[in-house]
Nanobody
Framework: QVQLVESGGGLVQPGGSLRLSCTASGSTFSIEIMGWFRQAPGNQREWVASISVGGNTAYVDSVKGRFTISRDNANNTVYLQMNSLKPGDTAVYYC????????WGQGTQVTVSS
């Protein structure tokens, strides 16, 4: 079992930045991939970014060049640096890890509005 605790959401103006953090505990030795999903009201949850144990990263096209995912393996923490935020980025952001099961954080609200 893996437990995830997220932090870092909030309200920001368009063009602003936020940094999300997610720390895993429990059976962290089995974590392969860490990442982030988001869900806006009325929409399905969508994958945003992910990073492997070896540091390989991938992003959904809509955030490429604006978001950066990084990982501290020693502290079992994944980060999502979000720059040049747009109103369309408004959503609940969920931390995700993959072992041989999927684990989810509780979600943190990100609101981009003037």
């Amino acid at each position: 079992q893996v437990q995830l605790v997220e932090s870092g959401g909030g309200l920001v103006q368009p063009g602003g930045s936020l940094r999300l953090s997610c720390t895993a505990s429990g059976s962290t030795f089995s974590i392969e991939i860490m990442g982030w999903f988001r869900q806006a009201p009325g929409n399905q949850r969508e994958w945003v970014a992910s990073i492997s144990v070896g540091g390989n990263t991938a992003y959904v096209d809509s955030v490429k060049g604006r978001f950066t995912i990084s990982r501290d393996n020693a502290n079992n923490t994944v980060y999502l640096q979000m720059n040049s935020l747009k109103p369309g980025d408004t959503a609940v952001y969920y931390c995700w890890v993959y072992t041989h099961d999927n684990y989810w954080g509780q979600g943190t609200q990100v609101t981009v509005s003037s």
